[in-house]
């Protein structure tokens, strides 16, 4: 791994980007990471776009700001291609990975022009599949896991395991649809370009 993994959660309110975000940040700790994962706050209200952030590193991390120019990006809500630039500052070595059920000719138009790599995943599928609702941040975060190699797949699915019961503890059905989940999110996602 590089010495620091900046990665731009981009979603919105309600749909678990900051959650993701968060639990990301808990489990690369866990692992031994230094980690930051903290949100943009703008109006919290749900559905209005909201930006969350993720630092991993093998090293102390000294810097304590926003991320300008992310490694990775994660759009949770394909709806913000319309909306937000959410290419703007993404290192063309580093990749994007976006939740839609949409083919890559409607949505490769809509990142203005990023050559880099653009990974796709229908979280809505995994999601109906796995929980029987829809909660994409959990299919993002084994998503985000899977592209960036912030840390090994089965490290992340033990810590997620150990953080999900704690969390989950009065409902072990919850659990095991989020492990699946987070399962089938690994081989669910795409690269397009």
Not at 88 to 108: C, Q
Not at 140 to 154: C, D, R, Y
Not at 175 to 184: D, I, P, R, T
């Amino acid at each position: 791994m590089k010495k620091l993994t900046e990665i731009r959660w981009h979603g919105r309110g309600g749909q678990g980007a900051k959650t993701a975000a968060l639990l990301l940040a808990e489990v690369a700790f866990n692992t031994g990471k230094h980690v930051q994962g903290f949100p943009e706050y703008g109006p919290e209200r749900m559905g209005a776009p909201i930006t969350a952030y993720d630092r991993i590193s093998s090293n102390e991390i000294r810097v304590h700001s926003n991320i300008y120019e992310p490694d990775y990006v994660a759009v949770v809500d394909d709806t913000l291609l319309h909306a937000v630039d959410v290419t703007k500052g993404l290192k063309e070595d580093g990749a994007i990975l976006i939740n839609t059920e949409k083919d890559k000719s409607e949505i490769l138009p809509l990142l203005n022009g990023y050559k880099g790599k653009v990974y796709l995943i229908n979280a809505r599928k995994v999601c109906m599949k796995t929980l029987g609702k829809y909660f994409p941040n959990t299919p993002m975060l084994a998503g985000m896991v899977k592209i960036s190699g912030v840390m090994e797949e089965e490290s992340f699915l033990e810590e997620m395991k150990t953080s999900l019961q704690h969390k989950f503890a009065r409902k072990p059905e919850v659990l095991e649809g989020n492990m699946q989940a987070l399962k089938q999110a690994f081989s669910e996602v795409e690269l397009c370009h």
